[in-house]
């Protein structure tokens, strides 16, 4: 009977608990799907958050001190020192007051503050500190390029001095290797690089200008390779104006050239028996004016050119017109 109401009563606890476990489940389901009822705002949205937030996953990773560290943490201050490494790394470079440079064996000594004269300039961005620049056995700053116009750069930082005038072309294209832009802008004013602006006008008007240049180098080539000779010559067409002349017409040119409609200006079209041809433009400058353009290309190039006139075309077109085009023999020297 102890037993039975032991039993019982354990079984009534019970009982009493399992009711007991019942409500304290339903007031935690209470408490974790609807806020009280006396909560604020503030509780309740802070329940709602907790409750659809995902809970992290660690992994505990134990090191050779026997530490523990979870794998976020690690990956978190590996991502801390990333940053340290990389600015250790790209420490600015220090440079004394004086520099000692060696520019392509040739050397030179200015300060600091020359070098920065101009920003956005190559040797501002070299002296910056952010690039690391070599030196040579005896320590000073190298830069590989010809020295021969490199005091004309420094003399520019430094006081604002042009270089002569036999010397702007080549000190203009160290300025562009630098990207001196104010050295740039103040040599594209004076000669010769003013006259060259004037020049280079002309010649865009002068159709296939460059490659009438290059036809004249390869057909020279070629003649001088096949009879294996020291000079090449060339006959060269070089007319300023379309229709051709002749010289009982001469005195009425102006008034025949634009009477003509296109279909008779047709009649007159034709190639000369020539190598190559200039031809026509209209521009104040004149067929010698042209020829100098010609030869004096043709030097840039490392070509000797001399030229003199044969004659004239005396192809026959219609009538009692016949072309007078000018014909030029070019004479070209390879050694």
Not at 125 to 138: K, L, N, T, V, W
Not at 154 to 173: Q, Y
Not at 236 to 255: A, D, G
Not at 279 to 284: D, L, Q, R
Request: glycine residues 6%; neutral net charge; hydrophobic residues 35%.
């Amino acid at each position: 009977m102890q037993q039975n109401g032991s039993s019982g009563s354990n079984g009534g606890s019970n009982g009493c608990n399992g009711g007991g476990g019942g409500r304290e489940r339903d007031h935690r389901q209470a408490l974790s799907f609807s806020p009280l009822p006396g909560a604020t705002t503030q509780v309740r949205r802070f329940l709602q958050e907790r409750r659809t937030l995902p809970l992290p996953r660690v992994m505990v990773v134990f090191s050779a001190a026997g530490d523990a560290m979870s794998s976020s943490d690690s990956a978190a201050e590996e991502d801390l020192r990333k940053p340290l490494r990389s600015s250790l790394n790209t420490a600015e470079q220090e440079f004394p007051e004086v520099i000692s440079l060696n520019v392509g064996g040739t050397y030179f000594t200015t300060r600091l503050s020359t070098l920065r004269r101009y920003e956005d300039t190559m040797l501002a961005a070299m002296f910056s500190g952010r690039h690391y620049i070599p030196r040579d056995a005896e320590g000073r700053y190298f830069i590989d390029r010809d020295g021969t116009y490199f005091a004309d750069i420094l003399n520019f930082l430094r006081e604002g001095e042009l270089p002569h005038r036999d010397r702007v072309r080549a000190v203009h294209r160290e300025a562009q290797y630098y990207s001196l832009g104010p050295l740039l802008d103040s040599l594209e004013d004076t000669q010769p690089l003013t006259g060259e602006k004037v020049r280079q006008a002309f010649l865009d008007l002068m159709p296939y200008y460059r490659d009438n240049l290059e036809r004249i180098m390869e057909i020279a080539k070629l003649r001088a390779i096949q009879k294996k000779a020291r000079f090449a010559k060339l006959k060269i067409c070089v007319y300023k104006e379309e229709m051709p002349i002749t010289p009982y017409e001469r005195p009425l040119f102006n008034s025949l050239r634009f009477e003509r409609s296109d279909s008779e200006a047709k009649l007159f079209e034709h190639h000369c028996e020539v190598d190559v041809s200039f031809g026509p433009w209209e521009a104040v400058a004149d067929v010698y004016d042209l020829l100098h353009c010609i030869v004096s290309d043709l030097a840039e190039r490392g070509i000797t050119a001399e030229q003199q006139c044969i004659g004239v075309c005396d192809k026959h077109l219609i009538n009692h017109y016949y072309c007078k085009r000018p014909i030029y023999e070019f004479k070209i020297t390879w050694w």
